[in-house]
């Protein structure tokens, strides 16, 4: 019965807020840009006057995050898109002029003017929350936007350090951040609000979904899926395995947009092979450093660990770069390779999610276009070449969220280009303008001229409108 309390309290708290931020909106109206630029600033002052304390949180949360990683993936990431948001917001929020039909309208106005939605829900993940919780503030605040954030289960020392400093820096009419403890994710997607954004597995995305329905609840859905990779033969292999490896061992592989199988043409398995097991003996030595972040959680690390030996007991080869035993107490799992996996291995059907990275060997680029296509389509997709006509092709051939062209995930840091999924990867995005369109209602509104045309076309018709009809029929043939 405590439980059954708890919960109903939860949803008591959740739909107060909503009312609260929903009144406070209706009764405040449109914030100006100055107004907007002053939260987007206390965003950053926010993530600045207490960076140390955030990376600490993080590091709590996992068990063993990379100092370096929260810096740069987080931290960096975050302040440069509030930055960005910033400096463009004026430009965004511009009333845009659109051509008027002057034959039938003469003397009238066309004008779209971006307006905020009202209350936007972001449900935000475990393996990178400042990033993505910031990232979308970023654009939900520049929008003129109120927000409610809910916290993974799995970043409760975040969360509890957010719910605690968030009051300095902005009032709960306009923002709070919700902690998961038990069964809030639930009763969170099931609000009235003006937009969800969601961050997460596409199991979970149907559920937010289809509970966001309920409500015609318009969502913005940040899904996963295994995005691929491949290397042209005659694409520096150095150079591609020094890309591909860094990006597949930081955060210990937890991203969404990683790579989670590659495709080396079968001259250059061996090579492949030899190339791959230098870069790791220089660059992660050691699993248990500190550079090296630890698996999110105990039932993420048996995960990794069923779908490796699942895939040796089925025949799949495999290849301990680090040469060390998975640590189930630090939760520190080596980069592996994985070859000659099969649709009946779960790792060859699932998102990896982790240091593992399936190797596939090609003969001709069709084949890997023809492997991906009979598959969900991507979050992401990586072409290592200097060919251009190859580029193209694979651009032209694989549907993916995003591209990055001989290196990985960079397409997701850049602030001007749109970042979101497609089919089974997510639907809608966000980042920059589109961002800023995402969470905004571009109102078309028609201004009427004083004297109206269409006038002259009033009933009771008769030869005149006959007349003019039949020529605007001929002209707009």
């Known amino acids: 019965m405590q439980v059954e309390f708890e919960h109903l309290d939860i949803e008591r708290q959740l739909q107060d807020c909503l009312q609260l931020q929903k009144n406070h909106a209706q009764k405040e109206g449109i914030e100006s ?11 950053k002052a926010l993530i600045n006057d207490h960076r140390e304390a955030l990376i600490d949180a993080v590091h709590c949360d996992y068990g063993n995050r990379s100092r370096h990683e929260t810096l740069l993936a987080e931290i960096v990431i975050a302040t440069d898109d509030i930055n960005s948001s910033i400096k463009y917001l004026k430009k965004w929020t511009k009333i845009q002029k659109r051509k008027v039909d002057l034959i039938s309208y003469f003397g009238a106005k066309n004008r779209l003017i971006p307006q905020p939605l009202g209350v936007i829900g972001l449900i935000v993940p475990w393996n990178f929350p400042i990033n993505l919780m910031f990232t979308q503030l970023s654009a939900v ?36 951040v919700f902690d998961e403890t038990g069964e809030v994710g639930i009763a969170f997607s099931k609000l009235p609000l003006d937009h969800l954004i969601f961050t997460g597995s596409g199991a979970t995305g149907k559920k937010v979904m289809a509970a966001a329905a309920e409500n015609l609840t318009a969502v913005t859905l940040e899904l996963g899926g295994k995005s691929p990779a491949v290397i042209d033969p005659n694409y520096p292999l150095e150079k591609a395995v020094e890309r591909i490896m860094f990006v597949k061992q930081f955060n210990a592989g937890q991203i969404c947009t990683n790579i989670d199988y590659l495709f080396v043409h079968e001259s250059q398995k061996e090579k492949f092979i030899q190339t ?26 048996q995960r990794l660990s069923h779908c490796v030996s699942e895939a040796q007991d089925k025949g799949a080869t495999v290849i301990n770069l680090n040469q060390q035993k998975a640590d189930e107490v630090s939760r520190k799992f080596p980069l592996t390779l994985i070859f000659n996996s ?32 009979q598959r969900d389509r991507p979050l992401a997709f990586y072409p290592f070449s200097q060919k251009k006509a190859l580029v193209n092709y694979y651009i032209d051939s694989v549907m993916s969220g995003g591209v990055s062209v001989n290196d990985a995930l960079f397409h997701v840091g850049q602030h001007d280009l749109p970042f979101g999924g497609v089919g089974a990867s997510g639907m809608g995005h966000y980042h920059g303008y589109e961002g800023f369109l995402t969470f905004s209602k571009l109102r078309p509104v028609f201004y009427q001229a004083h004297f109206s045309s269409l006038k002259l076309l009033a009933p ?7 007349r003019v009809l039949n020529f605007l029929t001929r002209i707009k043939s």
Do not use: C
């Not at 927000?147 to 993974?152: E, F, Q, T, W, Y």
């Open 33 to 43: 840009i100055a107004v907007r630029k002053k939260h987007l600033q206390n965003l």
């Open 460 to 466: 009771p018709y008769g030869n005149f409108a006959d």
């Open 276 to 301: 791959v097991e230098e870069w790791v003996k220089q660059h992660v030595p050691d699993i248990h450093s500190k550079d090296y972040t630890s698996i999110i959680d105990d039932r993420s690390f």
């Open 342 to 373: 099969t649709d009946q291995m779960e790792i060859d059907t699932r998102e990896i999610f982790g240091p593992i990275l399936m190797v596939k060997t090609y003969r001709e680029p069709e084949e890997v276009v023809t492997y991906i296509a």
């Open 141 to 176: 605040f520049a929008a003129g936007n109120k927000a409610m954030v809910k916290l993974s289960e799995n970043s409760r020392h975040l969360a509890a350090l957010l719910i605690q400093l968030i009051p300095q820096y902005f009032e709960p009419e306009k923002l709070q």
